[in-house]
């Protein structure tokens, strides 16, 4: 068995898989078997047993590092997640027990991410091209920005309703990325999470999308989750 835990990465709404390119390739360059799977978001159930899915191909332990909503599906591992060593949080909702995205998000104003979004016959929940360019991922390049909202994935609007049972983040260990630039989840909200969890924080002047605009401090930090929670090497 690898001394390195395998890493699997949980993309958001409105991305995809993809958006982790820069942090799979220096991982890989580390000797990390990293995954980045696809998430329906139709539902967050779906998108659990979609985790549950991949966390079952894995030889060994694992770190997941989610993104934004990524945050709520690992949270929603809840107590059964026997190999998952470490939960990274990055830019990530952390929810507690009987908690909703929805009644969370009530609490304040709603943010410029979701000023145009739209919300298709389906159910499904769209963000437009300018509040993505100029908003969800503002610090990024606008043409690679676009090409982000080319492959974005629409959130079903029922994962709003969920509501969050006992979190795994009660009996994992965590680490947690706050974005202070972030125009969809306020920073303070961000800390707040962190700080509940017992997460070890850090700081990075980003966008939501801290793994494409910060690669280096994102890797960083799941490097750090993976280290602590290495295997020692055998004889």
Same mark, same amino acid.
């Given at each position: 068995?690898?001394? #390195?835990?395998? *890493?699997?990465?949980? #993309? ?6 993809? =958006? ?7 991982? &890989? ?15 967050? /159930?779906?998108? $659990? ?13 694992? $770190? ?7 945050? &709520? ?14 939960? $990274?949080?990055? @830019? ?8 909703? %995205?929805?009644?969370? %998000? ?8 979701? /000023? #145009? ?17 100029? +908003? ?10 676009? !090409? ?19 979190? @795994?983040?009660?009996?994992?260990? =965590?680490?947690? %990325? ?15 999470? @962190? ?5 070890? $924080? ?5 966008? +939501? !999308? @801290? ?10 930090? *799941? ?13």
């Amino acid at each position: 068995m690898s001394p #390195h835990p395998n *890493i699997v990465l949980v #993309h958001g709404a409105w991305a995809d898989g993809s =958006c982790w390119g820069d942090v799979i390739a220096a991982l &890989q360059a580390d000797g990390y078997h990293v995954t980045a799977p696809q998430f329906p978001l139709t539902s967050l /159930a779906a998108d $659990v047993a979609r985790l549950r899915q991949v966390l079952e191909f894995q030889d060994g332990p694992v $770190v997941v590092a989610g993104h934004s909503y990524g945050g &709520q599906i690992m949270t929603a591992l809840g107590t059964d997640a026997p190999n998952v060593a470490g939960l $990274v949080y990055v @830019a990530a909702f952390g929810l507690d027990e009987g908690e909703s %995205l929805g009644a969370l %998000l009530a609490q304040g104003p709603p943010s410029p991410v979701s /000023a #145009h979004q739209f919300t298709d016959k389906q159910g499904l929940i769209w963000l437009s091209e300018d509040d993505f360019v100029g +908003h969800f991922a503002a610090d990024v390049a606008p043409a690679r920005a676009r !090409v982000l909202h080319a492959v974005q994935q629409p959130l079903a609007g029922s994962a709003f309703a969920d509501v969050m049972g006992v979190p @795994a983040w009660r009996s994992l260990p =965590c680490w947690y %990325l706050v974005a202070t630039n972030d125009e969809a989840i306020p920073p303070e909200a961000q800390r707040q999470f @962190a700080s509940r969890m017992g997460a070890v $924080v850090i700081e990075v002047p980003s966008s +939501h !999308v @801290a793994m494409v605009s910060h690669p280096g401090d994102v890797t960083e930090l *799941i490097r750090s989750a993976a280290l602590a929670s290495a295997t020692p090497a055998t004889s």
